[in-house]
């Protein structure tokens, strides 16, 4: 015989089902209500990250416009590019609540000192709580060619003349000319002029301003360096030096430019072409470009030469020859006119094409002839027959303008990651 179960057994476990089901409501939407809480802690911790990051950038930008700001009130750089080697221009400044240094560089790794014409590089940084934020951004200079680059010839000291100078653009001297026993056919202006045998214009007018010596540092920051001692006799002859080919070692440089430290000792150049831009550091007293020689920039408006000390240039007035000297003056790899052979019937005038500077004293003599601007810190002495052709450069050159201002580099504007 069955039982048959009672209403109220059915009834309670009816109950306990209901209850069951209630309890597991309950939990889920306890978990859920957590769940909700959880998400809406995570979700306001990232709202106050992304707005932390926004102040964070906002304060990195006016940041940048403070550096802007420093190098803008100095385009010459006379204090920052000394003053801040260590590369920090601004350090634990509050904008805001944020925290912010800025930084400069030169964008070639080399000493802001040594590239007082050069581009910079400004990195702004900021960080508020836990955000932080950065930007970069390059900032090339932009001048003009200081007014002493027109003229044909330039002494920061004396200018002593004999002989016979011809030039198409004017000459001039920041303390006195004095034409003794020569014959001046270019305008001339100084503090004070004597002598009789002038065929142009002479001007009375103060001193200009000219290039500072510093300017060597920064060609010789770029250039490839030659040991003295691997001149033979301490002599560059019946060579060709240039962008594409260097006989002196394996090293070249792309742009043309070498640098030697004579120390003291004399160095010769003579029979040579130089297709580049030679630096020549403390030349001993005896030093001396002679006989023929052909030299000019391997690119456009670089210097030809330039010379920390002082020396005497007295080139011949005949061409340089290749069959004299024994010598390919145009092989492969220096191109001449964009022109390249393979034998030695070619000739070459005997001229310095480009800027020639010279930090000390400068003598001239023999039938030298210049094809763009001879500048000198101190004394020019000239004698026999000197042409100067002048050629101002057609672009801004490093070292030989007057810095106004920066302009930004738009495509290297950028957020940068540490």
Same mark, same amino acid.
């Given at each position: 015989?069955?039982?048959?179960?009672?209403?109220?057994?059915?009834?309670?476990?009816?109950?306990?089902?209901?209850?069951?089901? /209630?309890?597991? @409501?309950?939990? !889920?939407?306890? &978990?859920?209500?957590? #769940? *909700?809480?959880? %998400?809406?802690?995570?979700?306001?911790?990232?709202?106050?990250?992304?707005?932390?990051?926004?102040?964070?950038?906002?304060?990195?930008?006016?940041?940048?416009?403070?550096?802007?700001?420093?190098?803008?009130?100095?385009?010459?750089?006379?204090?920052?590019?000394?003053?801040?080697?260590?590369?920090?221009?601004?350090?634990?400044?509050?904008?805001?609540?944020?925290?912010?240094?800025?930084?400069?560089?030169?964008?070639?790794?080399?000493?802001?000192?040594?590239?007082?014409?050069?581009?910079?590089?400004?990195?702004?940084?900021?960080?508020?709580?836990?955000?932080?934020?950065?930007?970069?951004?390059?900032?090339?200079? /932009?001048?003009? @060619?200081?007014? !002493?680059?027109? &003229?044909?010839?330039? #002494? *920061?000291?004396? %200018?002593?003349?004999?002989?016979?100078?011809?030039?198409?653009?004017?000459?001039?001297?920041?303390?006195?000319?004095?034409?003794?026993?020569?014959?001046?056919?270019?305008?001339?202006?100084?503090?004070?002029?004597?002598?009789?045998?002038?065929?142009?214009?002479?001007?009375?007018?103060?001193?200009?301003?000219?290039?500072?010596?510093?300017?060597?540092?920064?060609?010789?920051?770029?250039?490839?360096?030659?040991?003295?001692?691997?001149?033979?006799?301490?002599?560059?002859?019946?060579?060709?030096?240039?962008?594409?080919?260097?006989?002196?070692?394996?090293?070249?440089?792309?742009?043309?430019?070498?640098?030697?430290?004579?120390?003291?000792?004399?160095?010769?150049?003579?029979?040579?072409?130089?297709? *580049?831009?030679?630096?020549?550091?403390?030349?001993?007293?005896?030093?001396?470009?002679?006989?023929?020689?052909?030299?000019?920039?391997?690119?456009?408006?670089?210097?030809?030469?330039?010379?920390?000390?002082?020396?005497?240039?007295?080139?011949?007035?005949?061409?340089?020859?290749?069959?004299?000297?024994?010598?390919?003056?145009?092989?492969?790899?220096?191109?001449?006119?964009?022109?390249?052979?393979?034998?030695?019937s070619d000739f070459y005038p005997s001229q310095i094409s480009g800027i020639t500077y010279v930090s000390g004293a400068l003598s001239l003599g023999s039938s030298s002839t210049f094809e763009g601007v001879v500048l000198a810190g101190g004394a020019i002495t000239m004698a026999d027959t000197v042409t100067l052709r002048s050629r101002p450069?057609?672009?801004?050159?490093?070292?030989?303008?007057?810095?106004?201002?920066?302009?930004?580099?738009?495509?290297?504007?950028?957020?940068?990651?540490?």
């Open positions: 015989m069955r039982t048959r179960p009672s209403h109220r057994a059915r009834n309670t476990s009816r109950r306990g089902s209901v209850y069951l089901l /209630v309890l597991a @409501a309950g939990v !889920v939407l306890t &978990s859920m209500g957590i #769940a *909700g809480l959880a %998400l809406l802690r995570v979700q306001r911790a990232a709202g106050d990250r992304d707005d932390g990051a926004q102040r964070a950038r906002l304060a990195a930008q006016s940041a940048m416009e403070a550096g802007v700001g420093v190098i803008a009130a100095d385009p010459s750089g006379t204090s920052w590019r000394v003053a801040q080697n260590s590369g920090l221009l601004f350090s634990e400044m509050s904008i805001g609540d944020s925290t912010c240094s800025v930084t400069i560089s030169d964008p070639g790794g080399r000493n802001l000192s040594l590239s007082p014409s050069g581009p910079v590089v400004l990195v702004a940084r900021a960080s508020q709580g836990g955000a932080n934020q950065a930007i970069s951004a390059t900032f090339s200079p /932009v001048g003009v @060619a200081m007014p !002493v680059m027109k &003229s044909a010839l330039w #002494a *920061g000291g004396t %200018l002593s003349l004999k002989g016979t100078l011809y030039a198409d653009a004017g000459i001039g001297s920041n303390t006195s000319v004095i034409a003794a026993a020569g014959v001046v056919r270019a305008d001339v202006t100084g503090p004070s002029i004597s002598g009789t045998t002038y065929y142009g214009t002479n001007k009375i007018g103060a001193s200009v301003v000219m290039p500072s010596p510093r300017l060597i540092d920064e060609w010789v920051s770029r250039a490839t360096s030659i040991p003295f001692a691997a001149l033979p006799s301490g002599k560059i002859d019946k060579v060709v030096l240039a962008g594409g080919t260097n006989p002196f070692t394996s090293s070249v440089n792309s742009a043309g430019i070498y640098a030697i430290d004579c120390a003291g000792r004399d160095i010769t150049i003579c029979d040579a072409r130089i297709s *580049g831009t030679l630096i020549l550091l403390n030349p001993g007293p005896g030093s001396i470009i002679t006989k023929s020689v052909l030299m000019e920039p391997y690119l456009r408006d670089y210097p030809a030469l330039l010379v920390r000390g002082s020396i005497a240039i007295s080139m011949n007035s005949s061409d340089l020859s290749e069959s004299a000297a024994g010598v390919n003056f145009n092989p492969a790899l220096a191109p001449y006119r964009a022109s390249t052979d393979a034998d030695q450069p057609e672009s801004v050159v490093a070292g030989f303008c007057e810095i106004t201002g920066f302009k930004l580099s738009r495509s290297s504007l950028a957020r940068k990651v540490d």
